[in-house]
């Protein structure tokens, strides 16, 4: 994950350097803080030749378009109010990393549940909107990208969703859960 990071500020680094354009509008950035790296291909990995800058309204009005604005909703039958996040395997300290950008916690409420998903092995569990968002608190909002909220499954906690300290030495919050397996059936 620090890999990927790094990967992405370097990157980010570069085409600011290179005086690159917003992808999507062609207008040049006020700064330098708050601009989405976006994937052409979401299938290939952060690399100069697959990435592009853009301004975070235009980053969300493309995804908009094509479908995928922000999270992605349950395609379950049985979701109803279900918001579903999805998040690969990453290795380190902790095993998933979902964020949780202050554009969605503001329409939480629309929502029953959160759904996080562990992408690679189906597993997931729900936390009701009125448990998760209490701890969605200022104090926790973290300074990367626009002031979002880190939702972590620690490899030494994993029945637990930990929500990150904003700062290095703050306090985490954990949150019981319980992870349920997918038959492999579907």
Avoid at 40 to 56: K, P, T
Avoid at 142 to 167: H, Q, Y
Wanted: net charge positive; with cysteine; charged share 30%.
């Amino acid at each position: 994950m620090l890999d990927e990071r790094k990967t992405k500020t370097n990157i980010k680094r570069l085409l600011l350097e290179q005086g690159k354009p917003c992808h999507f509008c062609g207008r040049s950035f006020d700064g330098r803080k708050g601009i989405p790296l976006h994937r052409l291909d979401e299938n290939r990995g952060y690399s100069e030749g697959n990435c592009v800058l853009a301004h975070q309204e235009c980053h969300q009005k493309h995804h908009a378009e094509q479908g995928r604005k922000g999270p992605i909703k349950s395609e379950r039958a049985d979701a109803g109010g279900v918001l579903t996040k999805h998040r690969k395997r990453y290795e380190g300290s902790f095993l998933y990393w979902w964020d949780i950008t202050p554009v969605l916690a503001d329409v939480l409420d629309q929502y029953e549940a959160v759904e996080f998903l562990c992408d690679d092995t189906k597993a997931s569990c729900l936390v009701p909107v009125q448990v998760l968002k209490p701890l969605l608190t200022k104090d926790s909002q973290t300074s990367r990208g626009a002031g979002n909220w880190g939702i972590k499954m620690r490899k030494d906690r994993e029945g637990e969703l930990a929500i990150e300290a904003a700062k290095a030495r703050g306090e985490w919050a954990y949150l019981p859960v319980v992870w349920i397996q997918e038959d492999a059936e579907g």
